[in-house]
């Protein structure tokens, strides 16, 4: 595995902050948090909610990577917000609606292109169409 310096240090200074023993027993958890958040979502129906990414925009094609992902899933998209965290990273907000398959679909799409730093949604089931 291999991880940028930067965030290894940030993990190592959280998992100590945060009272684990070790790296291990913190990456454990982290990973049981993950498979925990993946399997307590809907899995099937339709819902709205929010994919919010930040992302280095200095990384060639990021841009046009979310652009074109965007298109290709506008069905989905409600509306979207762009703002400048700073000179390097950005922030982009997706309200969606749609079937669960598709939503997921867009948000695993987001999280595959270069240049993404962090993913982070919230759904809620609805009965609407």
């Known amino acids: 595995m291999s991880l940028p310096s930067e965030l290894l240090d940030a993990f190592d200074t959280a998992w100590r902050e945060s009272g684990y023993r070790d790296r291990s027993k913190a990456l454990q958890a982290s990973m049981r948090?993950?498979?925990?958040?993946?399997e307590s979502g809907p899995k099937a129906g339709s819902v709205v909610g929010s994919i919010v990414i930040v992302y280095n925009h200095e990384t060639k094609g990021t841009d046009e990577a979310?652009?074109?992902?965007?298109?290709?899933?506008?069905?989905?998209?409600?509306?979207?917000?762009?703002?400048?965290?700073?000179?390097?990273?950005?922030?982009?907000?997706l309200l969606v609606r749609g079937k669960v398959t598709d939503i997921s679909s867009l948000e695993g799409e987001l999280k595959r292109h270069k240049g993404i730093m962090q993913v982070k949604s919230s759904y809620l089931k609805t009965e609407f169409t």
């Open 33 to 38: 948090s993950l498979i925990s958040e993946l």
């Open 66 to 93: 979310i652009t074109e992902t965007s298109h290709h899933h506008r069905q989905s998209i409600v509306s979207s917000l762009h703002a400048h965290i700073d000179a390097a990273h950005c922030l982009s907000a």
